[in-house]
């Protein structure tokens, strides 16, 4: 028999300390910064996992200037997903590019977009619209999404369009989006059951696009979207019962989502463990963060 034991230790750093001298066998709760304080230990091994959550930007189509297929083509030019990765995210987050975090059947792990400024003008130029425009990002109060909008409003201006941010904390932000009053919000989302369609049916799903609807549980509603045919792809994917044939119809839903959609898909959560050398066979539980401790042995 095994016995586990669970501590809270609030504190990265103490955290670490305990990694290092032997006090605990597995640190969960480390910052990037802790784990690269452990680089060259030889008793503390590092492993990486990635968790279910997503960071997407949703462009109300309410707003006419954000229905434009050339403005939402160009904006996914106009992110810097690695440079975010490898600076103000590192450890974190990693570049990701549709709705399904990877670990779910058919996640794709395609990232056709980076950073191409000259690309995204020439889109914006052929939009029709009088440049600069200036639209509102709706974004939470907290460091880290604060960060991402700010590198977002950088290269944003690049192209010919002003983001003027409307900073309030989550219940604000939250509020915003239900009510479909925002021009583009800076939100996440994670999975609530280990199946595609928990995500399918947010993102690729509005059954009534009206607003008398009140359909605040499909992201697409709340940002004014009609899938169209990604609606009955999405219903047949889920009754579908061969599982090849089930994976191959969320890889197509992703793609037509990824391309031509109100939504940005940027990145995933990353997640980072630290354990002591002799520890085997820990399993961090993926993108259902489902840890499971009773394969661990020293």
Not at 24 to 33: H, K
């Amino acid at each position: 028999m095994k016995t586990v034991f669970m501590q809270h230790i609030p504190e990265g750093a103490t955290e670490r300390l305990a990694a290092e001298k032997g006090d605990i066998d597995i640190a969960r709760e480390l910052t990037p910064t802790d784990i690269e304080g452990l680089a060259g230990n030889p008793d503390v091994k590092v492993q990486g996992d990635v968790g279910g959550q997503v960071y997407y930007l949703a462009l109300n189509q309410k707003n006419e200037m954000l229905a434009n297929p050339k403005v939402q083509e160009a904006m996914r030019w106009a992110v810097d997903y690695q440079g975010m990765t490898d600076s103000i995210l590192k450890g974190l987050w990693v570049v990701h590019q549709s709705f399904l975090p990877e670990g779910f059947l058919g996640a794709l792990t395609e990232t056709p977009y980076s950073l191409d400024v000259e690309k995204a003008k020439a889109l914006m130029a052929e939009s029709g619209l009088n440049l600069p425009i200036e639209i509102g990002l709706t974004v939470r109060n907290n460091q880290e999404r604060m960060d991402i909008a700010q590198s977002i409003q950088n290269t944003f201006a690049q192209i010919g369009i002003n983001l003027v941010l409307d900073v309030g904390d989550g219940k604000q932000g939250l509020e915003t989006y239900r009510g479909r009053k925002h021009d583009i919000t800076l939100q996440t989302w994670g999975p609530d059951y280990p199946d595609p369609h928990t995500n399918a049916s947010t993102f690729a799903s509005n059954p009534d696009n009206s607003d008398e609807a009140g359909a605040t549980g499909y992201l697409a509603w709340r940002t004014a979207w009609d899938p169209g045919e990604l609606g009955a792809m999405t219903d047949a994917a889920v009754v579908e019962k061969d599982t090849e044939k089930r994976k191959a119809m969320y890889e197509d839903i992703q793609r037509k989502h990824r391309d031509n959609s109100a939504f940005v898909m940027m990145f995933q959560q990353a997640r980072q463990d630290a354990m002591r050398a002799n520890v085997m066979g820990f399993y961090a539980g993926g993108a259902t963060d489902s840890a499971a401790y009773w394969t661990v042995t020293k």
